[in-house]
């Protein structure tokens, strides 16, 4: 080695990623070999300087073909498949790959063989081609463990995984992923391989909704971007924590984690860096803040291309219901292939469905869910399947059904401890319990569901259950049922029949058919004539409570 080299090299040993790079830069570009130009690509990796590290592999790549080291040439080939994959360029990517494959030849008992059938499993993974995928993938995972390859092994399994789960067999998809993370842990991995197979299993937790699983393992991720400042990885990482934070309720640190992931991401990884702002959007949705959760959804747009399902729930709270049956048809058919992304899509798709009166798009929305929850057995899916059939069912006027499905629904969530969905299903619970005649059970299940709602500061949601606490089934001057009352304090608060839908979880043309009752009992032809008739008989909250 060129003693110039050395420190470069030393610094690179001990992951000191910024001195590597200087070292190596200050040499110049005319004195470095093939594998200072391998190291320096490492160094400006980790430091997200990814056009430089494409720069520098190139050129590894083709001083190693010129010193006849074929294998090392071809592992240059396949990282950058990698980078150019991670820039979004497939074209390129795909082009780098089948140089590896011709590089490598015929010599298949190495690990840069081993390197090049996982890449070749992912492109046939993301193509919705589980079988041939898996061949690879276990293929890879004998070939590490005959070789004595840890890294290879652990790679391995990571791919593995994540095809068994998409394949459903999630139970054996995690177990491993569990034991690729084992290697992880022990410190017997690379950087690289490590923080892959971190984010990998975090994801995987998010798309099948094992918090559990992902607490176990987001004290390590934690512990291993704080050792990383400058990893492009950890900015991966903190999109799924965000994620995984988001669910367990702590909203103000799942946004911290998602603006930095963006500030991360954003110039190295746009596709990533689009999920994160769509985690910011749903938060802002959930919070109330609706123009907030716009602006993220827009960026998020801006970025990936394409709109985010989040943006669905987002046109229904804002009473835009075409706009939302729109976009959760756009985002199903651009996960056509793919059951657990159709299944984090599938509840707006009923939710919506209500909302705009198709109660058979519903019903087909609710019988998919279910059946993706028993295939998969996961807990978090089920939960959702469980609330979306009894919205369904409250939809369609069938309590008891509705009862039954939000009582197993409320129990699922609150064993999960995911605080939001559970407020949730304890407000349709409410509901369901007060067209069951069931009223102490109704503001039992609302009272819970307000709690929540306000811990979480979840504004709007909180608003909603106050005024249906309000409408409790006391007898009503006019002989209003308890959903009329529920409708009419809505209209005393100016509420279009468009909000009042999205808010009780009715059609819109239910609602003006409660509404038409309302009046015909009321002897009013106005909305402002049953307004005055809920504030005489108390049925709207005072305007300090609002």
Partial sequence: MN???????????RHDWAAAYDQLQAVGVADLDADAFDRLAEAAWWLSRIDECIGARDAAFHAYQARGETLRAAQCAV???????FKAQPSIAGAWL??????????????????????EAELLHSSGALAEATVLATEAVELGRRLRSEELEALALQTAGRLAIDRGVPDDGLKQLDEAMLFAIEGRLSPYATGKIYCSLISACDELGDVARAAEWTAATTTWSQQHPLAVFPGLCRVHRAQILGWQGAWEEAVLEAHR??????????????MGWAEIGDIRRRLGDLDAAEDAFRRAEELSGRPHPGIALLRLAQGRVPAAQAAVARALQDESWNRLARARVLPARVQISIA?????????ACDELGAIARDYASPMHEASAMTSRGRLALARGECD??????????????????????ATARLLLGQSCRQASDEDSAMAALSAAVKTFDELGAILDAQHTRVL????????????????????????EGRTNKDIAVVLGLSIKTVARHLENIFLKLGVSTRSSATAFAIANGLVRDAGAR
């Fill in 3 to 13: 003693d110039g080299l050395a420190p470069g090299a030393e610094a690179l040993a």
């Fill in 98 to 119: 089948r140089r590896a494959r011709r590089a490598i030849g015929d010599d298949h008992d190495c690990v840069e063989y081993g390197n090049l059938l996982l890449r």
């Fill in 261 to 274: 992931a963006c500030e991360e991401l954003e110039t190295v990884n746009v596709g990533n860096a689009a």
């Fill in 79 to 85: 990282w950058l498949f990698e980078h150019h994959c």
């Fill in 356 to 364: 705009a009166g198709d109660l058979d798009e519903a019903a087909s």
């Fill in 401 to 422: 059904e509705a009862c039954r499905s939000l009582h197993a629904a409320v129990e699922l969530w609150l064993a999960l401890e995911v605080p939001y969905e559970a």
């Fill in 469 to 492: 606490s309000k409408a409790s089934g006391a007898t009503v001057p006019g002989g209003l049922t308890s959903r009329e009352v529920e409708v009419i304090a809505l209209v005393a």
